[in-house]
């Protein structure tokens, strides 16, 4: 393992993975409505929609093309989202190698009417669900343009993960 | 118990709830195109994406924001399409007891591109939702803004609801 | 059977109501970024969106409504979009009688902001899976207007499978 490659260990656990990535959660954002950030039903957790919120509150808006955010700093954005997405599990699993797979996220971009690369974008939360949990980040995805988001927020990710039994 | 406050009774069951903040729930919508109204699988209910429909057909239109439909109408709209969920669920299960939990709402937002209040919007069918569960009706959610709905409805929402066993 | 009527034998499996509809199945649509077509969780099957793309690879773009296209070509592309999606259960089950139920859809149309039909457009997948899985076929759903999709397709569309055990 040598972790000044930024590659992650995939041979580790994830939280290995995520110290050879050079990356620290933070805590998990609170809920800014009547909503929590996740409900466990059997094997699965759903995850409320995360943004691309720095440790210190900031969030990134915008809306993404035609001469607004550019696409690689809105992969970032969703790499962060996928962060605070994973300060979610962590905080209500504990320990991120209770997760089984990853099964599905839906990358929703605050979009100009014309854009056309999402996938691009929502790549920034998958490549990092990948490089953290190695073949179980492996996920079925949807990513699309929304109209608006909230606080004009760049991008929101909601997830499905599964959990061992 | 005083229903005159219009806070439901936390402590009843969700039809003494529903009774408790004056509601009575209509008949359940029926689909307007080839999709049913709900599916169940396993112990999970899926409800298709309901709207703002009041009890004689009548249904909420327009933009939310910028001039359009303000947040406190909408938030009333988001709260109507709660009761239109809820007809669906008792339609479906007879008794909304059979409820176990909330999980998953998505809360679709007929916006302005420059809108960014969706959460305050779809608090409407959250609070109406753990007014009438209690805390089984604490859910995970997106609150998101969509490009158009169908019929200019203000706002539509779908949910994933679980049952007793 | 009557093939010639085009119209599915309800009381022949999936496969046979496929050939009396005259249908052949491309080959699953490869991903186009860093996430897989589907994942199976327990008995469920989580389609990743897919687009109205032609057996060649051409794909159907632009907005629909408002001049741009229309509801009946809109219709076509859901229907194209279903097919695809069969393409992926097809590879990924080796035969579509292992399905048990389709049970939701989302059913993205990339609209006009004035747009309101979303649910005729969305009919063409809603009637294939219906003619190619009778009552099986029939499914929650919601059908709803995008700001912006991926390449500036017309329809995206994604679901979730039951299947036998």
């Known amino acids: 393992m040598n972790s000044s490659t930024a590659t992650a260990d995939r041979t580790g656990s994830p939280a290995e993975r995520l110290a050879s990535l ?8 609170p809920p800014i409505a ?3 950030t996740h409900v466990r039903e059997g094997n699965l957790i759903y995850l409320s929609g995360q943004g691309p919120r720095e440790a210190d509150g900031f969030m990134h808006t915008g809306k993404v093309g035609n001469g607004g955010v550019n696409v690689a ?3 970032g954005h969703a790499r962060l989202t996928g962060i605070n997405l994973l300060a979610v599990l962590q905080d209500a699993l504990g320990d991120l190698a209770r997760v089984r797979r990853v099964v599905k996220l839906l990358g929703m ?3 100009e009417p014309d854009f056309e690369d999402h996938p691009s974008v929502i790549n920034g939360c998958s490549d990092l669900f990948i490089e953290v949990f190695a073949d179980a980040g492996h996920h079925a995805r949807s990513a699309v343009g929304f109209g608006s988001l909230p606080g004009n927020i760049t991008v929101e990710i909601e997830a499905i993960i599964a959990l061992h039994g």
């Open 109 to 111: 971009v605050n979009a």
């Open 22 to 29: 050079g990356l620290t959660l933070p805590p998990p954002p």
């Open 34 to 36: 009547n909503f929590v």
């Open 73 to 75: 700093d809105a992969y």
